[in-house]
């Protein structure tokens, strides 16, 4: 049997404590408020936020994966095209005449609450870098 096929993949409650350390260190660095992480988050209650952001771990549906997964993507393709670290993180906030954006800044539209406004996000810095 091939070893590699033997391996399992990880399952959601194995990448909840990476995911939620990654997802809360992007949204410091952002300087994003709690109602902002929430938001991104796909507003989850108030007890389940603060238990995920004080504790890295418990039961995470897979939308928040996938939620989380599209802003590490973001951020990635920021400081891929933004050398300096305080542009890539700004950047987030500055207001954008780009129109997917409409003069509102990229996390304008991230906080619009649904999945596929991270992924539009996604996929423009992804054009932006030559990969759309």
Do not use: C
């Not at 997802?23 to 796909?42: S, T, V």
């Not at 129109?99 to 539009?120: H, K, W």
């Amino acid at each position: 049997m091939n070893v590699i096929a033997a391996q399992v993949a990880p399952s959601r409650r194995d990448l909840a404590g990476p995911a939620l350390r990654a997802f809360f260190n992007i949204a410091r660095k952002w300087d994003l408020g709690a109602e902002q992480e929430r938001r991104l988050l796909g507003s989850p209650g108030r007890s389940t936020y603060f238990r995920w952001k004080k504790e890295h771990a418990g039961a995470v549906p897979h939308d928040v994966i996938e939620r989380i997964s599209y802003i590490l993507g973001i951020y990635k393709a920021l400081h891929i095209l933004f050398p300096d670290e305080a542009q890539a993180d700004g950047w987030v906030k500055r207001p954008n005449d780009a129109p997917l954006f409409g003069g509102r800044s990229a996390l304008e539209r991230m906080l619009a609450g649904q999945v596929a406004d991270l992924y539009v996000v996604r996929q423009y810095l992804d054009a932006q870098r030559g990969w759309g």
